[in-house]
Each structure stands twice: as structure tokens, then as C-alpha cells.
């Protein structure tokens, strides 16, 4: 049988992309003082890349954005949509299950077959991890901030990019941005020595200790 912890993360895994999120929500004043709290429901990541595919479903009447840009977006779930769900399906009928082009429901069918043969799933793991990265990339792009002073932990200033190619500043913040305009799963990289800085406790640490530098 397949160790339980993995059976767990491959639960996880499908879950984030399967079922629906409630993010509760916070809002301030100006001055920082508590107004209200609520909560914001989130469709399953394969329903919202799903919608994506078709424009009319999540551009609103008078939208100011760009038709190209529309688009592009539009192009890129369709593509990544129709990848997913032919692997989800072809998933189902080595499991002998008859998928039906709806890959929540497939994947979830899915699952439970596959959780049975006691298979080892961590190349499945990391699939679908990659695509529920893949979705939130194509809905909601990373903004990044390159630091232009030296990595903390290895001092380096410049690295190389995939070309060999010698680049400046090595250490970025990375971040989403969602429609509620706060950032959210805030990290930092370098890109030198590979360290990385996850979380928002953890970049404020890295800024901190930037600015000590700078200062000094």
C-alpha cells in the first residue's frame, strides 16, 4: 500500500482544484481601524479556468479591459482546459472508469479508483500541484519586484539566467494580486543561490534585513 502521508497530499492536490474556497476577508479604514469582516466564495480552479475559456463569462458589460488582452487570456485557458481535462480523461480509463468531459467530477471519480490500487501518486502529486500553479498564473499573473542590492545570504549581485547570460539583481518578490487588490502568498527568491523567502512573516524579515544593510 501507498504511504498514507502521500494518499493525504494527493487528496490535497485534487481538492485545490476540485473544490470551492471560502476566503474570509477583512475590511479597514484608512487609518487601519476594523470596519467589517466577510467572506468571498471562489469557484473550483478548473470551473474558473473553464469560465475563462469563454469571454462573455468573465468580462463584464463596459469593461475597460483591452480586447487583446482578452484574448490572450482566453487562448491560454482554452489551450491549458483542453490539455487537463484529455489527461483527466485519459487518467479515467486506465482505471477503468468512462470519463465525461467534466474534469471536476472526473478527476474526483478519479481519485477514489486510483486511491484503491495503492499506486505510488507522487508523480500525480506533483501534476496536479502544477496545474492548480498553472491556473492561478494564467487568472491571476505574479507581479514581481526585483531588490537592487545584494542577496543577504550569499552576497552575490548579478546571476545567470537559463542562457548563461549575466544578470543583475538576483533576488525578486514575488506576489499575486487578486481582484480584491490586497497581495496574497507573498515569496522572494534568489536567484543566484536559489534561498528562498516564503511568506509574508518571512519577506518583511528579508526587507528588514535589507534595509539594516542598506543603512549600515
Known amino acids: 500500500m501507498s504511504d498514507p502521508r502521500h494518499e493525504n497530499r494527493l487528496l490535497d492536490a485534487v481538492d485545490d482544484l476540485t473544490k470551492s474556497r471560502i476566503e474570509h476577508m477583512t475590511q479597514t479604514a ?15 480552479l478548473l470551473h474558473q479556468l473553464r469560465d475563462a475559456v469563454n469571454p462573455s463569462s468573465n468580462t463584464a458589460a463596459g469593461s475597460s479591459s483591452l480586447k487583446s ?14 490539455k487537463m481535462t484529455a489527461a483527466i480523461g485519459d487518467w479515467c480509463r486506465i482505471v477503468n472508469i468512462q ?24 508523480w ?4 496536479l500541484r502544477r496545474w492548480a500553479n498553472l491556473i492561478r498564473n494564467i ?16 552576497g552575490k549581485r548579478t546571476w545567470l ?26 515569496n522572494a527568491i534568489c536567484r543566484a ?24
Not at 484608512?30 to 473550483?44: I, T
Not at 487568472?139 to 550569499?154: A, D, G, Q, S, Y
Request: hydrophobic content about 35%; some cysteine.
Open 139 to 154: 487568472l491571476e499573473p505574479l507581479k514581481r519586484i526585483e531588490v537592487t542590492t545584494p542577496c543577504p545570504v550569499c
Open 30 to 44: 484608512d487609518d487601519g481601524s476594523y470596519v467589517k469582516a466577510h467572506s468571498v466564495e471562489h469557484p473550483a
Open 161 to 186: 539566467d537559463l542562457d548563461g547570460k549575466e544578470m543583475i539583481f538576483p533576488v525578486v518578490i514575488q506576489y499575486r494580486l487578486p481582484k480584491t487588490g490586497e497581495a496574497i502568498h507573498p
Open 193 to 216: 543561490c536559489e534561498t528562498v523567502w516564503e511568506g509574508i512573516a518571512a519577506v518583511e524579515e528579508l526587507g528588514e534585513e535589507l534595509n539594516e544593510r542598506h543603512a549600515g
Open 99 to 122: 470519463p465525461t468531459r467534466e474534469p471536476v467530477a472526473d478527476l474526483r471519480q478519479w481519485y477514489i479508483a486510483y486511491d484503491r490500487t495503492g499506486a505510488d501518486d507522487q
Open 124 to 127: 500525480y502529486i506533483s501534476e
Open 69 to 82: 488582452t482578452r484574448n490572450l487570456i482566453d487562448s491560454d485557458a482554452l489551450f491549458e482546459y483542453g
